[in-house]
């Protein structure tokens, strides 16, 4: 095994740090099946000058995700659960209420990979709540049951649509106290983080994490500033608390098949078929594996998750057929994904496996006779609290137009950034297929893949941000002139086939 070049690891992370400043940060390599590096910035409280350290206990947020689906596989694995059988034949806490009694079933499978129609947030009154309603003050959490009165509503039809749900994974993580007659916490501890070593973790905020956990921070124009400290009430979606110590035990165990030195939590396959995509909307884009994202960095397989909570990011980014993974963990940024683990993350995965940064071709010729078929909107579809987040950011729809002589997207809210639209950087083989560089607020660049109908006609836009899907609808007629030659006024919408059969908190 070669010698890390931890200088050069470390130039990495202080390259992403001088981009994307964090009070403070850890982040761990594995490598076969071992932790092999690791390193600490920074301050985990800034009041009391408290350095981080490996022991240093964050908040993971939806990293709780991969868990939680382990837990599911689990039970699966014993025969005790069916991945498409009804999951209201498992759940009673309680009830997931379809919006049409003619939805087909929402099942475990649709839940695992966020197309079961759940919305993200409960109510409209939600969106006023501190943290969306996801958050309760320390100590105050309610019982499920009573979180979810009255039921947790299914908008959409399971399986026509992705949308990203913290509720969704809390339903599973019900369903595995509902079978196994164990809260979620207990069954994690003796099923998950207990088997692999993981000593200085829980989903509850008990003795184990609470002496070392960091005190979360957002970037204010004054400065850091300490957030408001709630617990997370859908703790199976992003309540889980660890060290960077610990969860580099877990990415061992993910990488070795479902084991590390201390125990076996999955068998090798069952671990395999959760990397592997099952909701794919188009094969150009990743797709959505069990609680997992797969990906590529460099032409090399990766399986990943980020979480984000108020002061907190994370980061786990795994090279399965490499052996080698990074965990990366941050105490400042809010609700999105701007902060230092993701790009620390990747940049230290690239040193590792000897991959350039990510770039694409800025020489391919633009190619404007195919943009009277792309242009157009392209719409997040039915159901406004199924991804508030994006709507948040985009506004309802995104446009494909052509701006300055360059093909862009743009959505339709008052942000600079978004409403100036950003360039579709052509691929040098597809006609249909884009890029986008986001390299500025954290995802790097990004494929964007049109999709056609057997007419020829393009249904709907396809993005690698997970599994986002926007189905075209069709252009509304100009009074009293024709629709612009860059756009196609007869295409027709697709909202459901196109947006899926099937990213964060």
């Known amino acids: 095994?070669?010698?890390?070049?931890?200088?050069?690891?470390?130039?990495?992370?202080?390259?992403?740090?001088?981009?994307?400043?964090?009070?403070?940060?850890?982040?761990?390599?594995?490598?076969?099946?071992?932790?092999?590096?690791?390193?600490?910035?920074?301050?985990?409280?800034?009041?009391?000058?408290?350095?981080?350290?490996?022991?240093?206990?964050?908040?993971?947020?939806?990293?709780?995700?991969?868990?939680?689906?382990?837990?599911?596989?689990?039970?699966?694995?014993?025969?005790?659960?069916?991945?498409?059988?009804?999951?209201?034949?498992?759940?009673?806490?309680?009830?997931?209420?379809?919006?049409?009694?003619s939805f087909r079933p929402a099942t475990l499978r649709h839940l695992l990979t966020h197309t079961a129609g759940v919305r993200a947030v409960r109510s409209h009154a939600d969106l006023l709540r501190p943290a969306l309603g996801w958050g309760a003050p320390v100590g105050r959490v309610p019982l499920l049951a009573e979180y979810y009165r009255g039921g947790l509503r299914i908008d959409v039809e399971p399986g026509t649509k992705w949308a990203y749900t913290n509720h969704g994974f809390t339903a599973l993580g019900q369903i595995v106290a509902d079978v196994t007659g164990l809260p979620l916490a207990t069954y994690l501890r003796d099923h998950v983080l207990g088997p692999l070593g993981m000593e200085d973790s829980d989903l509850l905020r008990t003795d184990r994490v609470r002496p070392r956990l960091a005190t979360g921070y957002e970037v204010r124009p004054d400065g850091l500033r300490a957030v408001e400290d709630l617990e997370i009430v859908t703790s199976a979606g992003g309540g889980l608390y660890s060290t960077a110590r610990d969860m580099a035990r877990y990415a061992v165990a993910l990488l070795g098949g479902g084991a590390n030195e201390h125990g076996r939590i999955l068998r090798p396959e069952t671990l395999a078929l959760m990397f592997q995509p099952h909701h794919r909307p188009d094969p150009r884009v990743p797709g959505v594996g069990l609680g997992f994202y797969p990906g590529d960095v460099g032409g090399h397989r990766t399986v990943a998750h980020d979480g984000i909570w108020k002061g907190f990011l994370a980061d786990l980014l795994l090279a399965p057929d490499d052996g080698v993974g990074v965990v990366a963990l941050g105490n400042t940024g809010s609700f999105d994904p701007r902060g230092a683990p993701t790009p620390a993350a990747d940049a230290l995965l690239r040193q590792l496996l000897g991959v350039p940064a990510e770039t694409f071709r800025t020489d391919v010729p633009q190619r404007p006779a195919t943009w009277g078929d792309l242009c157009g909107r392209y719409t997040l579809g039915p159901g406004p609290l199924l991804d508030p987040q994006p709507r948040m950011v985009l506004g309802s729809a995104i446009e494909v137009r052509v701006r300055r002589g360059r093909l862009t997207a743009r959505g339709r809210r008052p942000i600079p950034a978004v409403r100036r639209g950003l360039p579709l950087h052509p691929d040098a083989d597809d006609p249909d297929l884009f890029h986008v560089d986001l390299t500025a607020v954290g995802p790097g660049v990004v494929p964007v893949a049109f999709s056609r109908g057997p007419d020829g006609r393009v249904t709907a836009m396809h993005t690698g941000l997970l599994g986002t899907s926007y189905p075209r609808v069709p252009d509304r007629p100009r009074r009293g002139s024709q629709a612009s030659s860059y756009s196609s006024s007869s295409s027709s919408s697709n909202s459901r086939s196109s947006s899926s059969s099937s990213s964060s908190v």
Request: charged share 25%.
């Open 1 to 101: 095994m070669d010698r890390l070049d931890t200088r050069e690891l470390t130039a990495a992370v202080d390259a992403a740090l001088s981009r994307w400043p964090t009070a403070g940060l850890a982040v761990a390599v594995v490598r076969d099946g071992e932790l092999a590096w690791t390193h600490h910035h920074g301050l985990a409280d800034v009041a009391r000058g408290t350095p981080v350290d490996e022991d240093t206990v964050f908040r993971v947020g939806s990293v709780t995700k991969t868990l939680t689906a382990v837990a599911v596989m689990q039970l699966w694995e014993r025969g005790l659960v069916d991945l498409d059988a009804p999951a209201a034949r498992y759940l009673r806490a309680f009830s997931l209420v379809p919006a049409r009694s």
